[in-house]
C-alpha cells in the first residue's frame, strides 16, 4: 500500500455525479419530511375533530338536561 498523494484529474471540487447524487438525497429527503409532517398533522387534525364531537354531544345532553328540569 503505497502512502503517495496522487493529484486529481480535474481541478473541479465536486463531480456532476456528487452535485446529481447530492440533489437526489436532497429532493427524497424533502418529499420524505413532507410525508411525514403531513401525516403528523392529520394525526393531530382527527383528534381535534374527535374531541369536537365529543363535546358538541356531551353539550347537546347538558342541554337537553338542562331543558328538562
Keep these: 500500500m503505497s502512502k503517495d498523494v496522487s493529484r486529481r484529474e480535474s481541478n473541479s471540487p465536486v463531480s456532476f455525479t456528487h452535485v446529481a447524487a447530492m440533489v437526489g438525497v436532497g429532493v427524497v429527503g424533502a418529499i420524505v419530511a413532507f ?31 338542562r331543558l328538562r328540569r
Design 35 to 65: 410525508w411525514i409532517l403531513s401525516s403528523i398533522a392529520g394525526i393531530i387534525f382527527f383528534f381535534i375533530k374527535i374531541a369536537a364531537v365529543i363535546a358538541l354531544i356531551s353539550g347537546a345532553f347538558w342541554v337537553v338536561a
